[in-house]
């Protein structure tokens, strides 16, 4: 089973420019299965704005064939060296929900994780462009819902132009994320995921589509000035 890795890392535009037009692939970089680098953005945030696609917040989701793969790109490389200075968290499968050509591979469920304990989650997206009025229609209601959920502990969004688009979430508890799934959290907005999901099922927004869901296996660094995002297991 691969290990996965999820960077953030403030650097300046061009290096993001950079890591969009010159990504890792498995011809250039040992042991790698496949990468996605892309800009930070604040969840929520105006659709016009600065706080969307923030080239100096670099973001990289990455599957390895093993850690080794991981240690000798962040100790080797140029992009790795950039990355190393942020932080990241390195990842076991848990299980997958939809399809992406690249993680074809990977089983429904490898393991079964307990409901109390912490889960990260990563959705991907290759965007269907004439859906994208749809898709900021009915998403960012949900990144609102997502980013100002009290059992999340670090969430957002990262894009990459024109049609790639990624978010990213730990939660305290694997129950508390599934119950904002399946509407099943209280308040007036519970049930925004739930809708935009039937919205996707009843005309789909993507080309491709895929909630992967993760335990974390260990956190390196900082972000925004804090560590310890991932919370101990309950």
């Keep these: 089973m691969p290990v996965f890795s999820y960077h ?8 993001s420019l950079r890591a969009f037009a010159q990504r890792p692939t498995r011809a250039n ?12 953005m604040e969840l929520g945030a105006p659709i016009v704005s600065t706080q969307r696609m923030q080239l100096g917040k670099l973001a990289l989701f990455a599957a390895w064939e093993d850690e080794a793969a991981l240690d000798a790109f962040l100790n080797q490389q140029a992009l790795g060296k950039v990355l190393r200075s942020g932080w990241h968290l390195r990842l076991q499968f848990i299980r997958r929900w939809g399809d992406f050509p690249e993680f074809a591979d990977l089983p429904e469920e490898a393991e079964e994780h307990p409901p109390q304990d912490p889960v990260v989650a990563v959705t991907l997206a290759r965007l269907r462009l004439p859906e994208v ?12 819902q997502v980013r100002d959920h009290p059992a999340t502990t670090l969430a957002l969004a990262t894009m990459r132009p024109l049609r790639t688009f990624s978010t990213f979430s730990i939660w305290k508890s694997q129950q508390a994320m599934t119950d904002m799934v399946h509407g099943r959290s209280s308040g007036d907005n519970a049930k925004r995921h739930s809708q935009a999901m039937s919205e996707r099922k009843r005309r789909d927004f993507h080309h491709h589509f895929i909630t ?19 919370p101990p297991n309950n």
Aim: charged share 25%; glycine share 8%.
């Design 29 to 40: 970089t040992d042991g790698l299965i496949h990468a996605e680098p892309m800009a930070a």
């Design 212 to 230: 992967l869901r993760f335990k974390a296996l260990s956190e390196q660094g900082k972000w925004d000035g804090s560590s310890n995002y991932v």
């Design 133 to 144: 009025r749809r898709f900021i229609r009915w998403g960012k209601p949900v990144e609102e």
């Design 8 to 15: 953030l890392a403030k650097v300046s535009p061009l290096q």
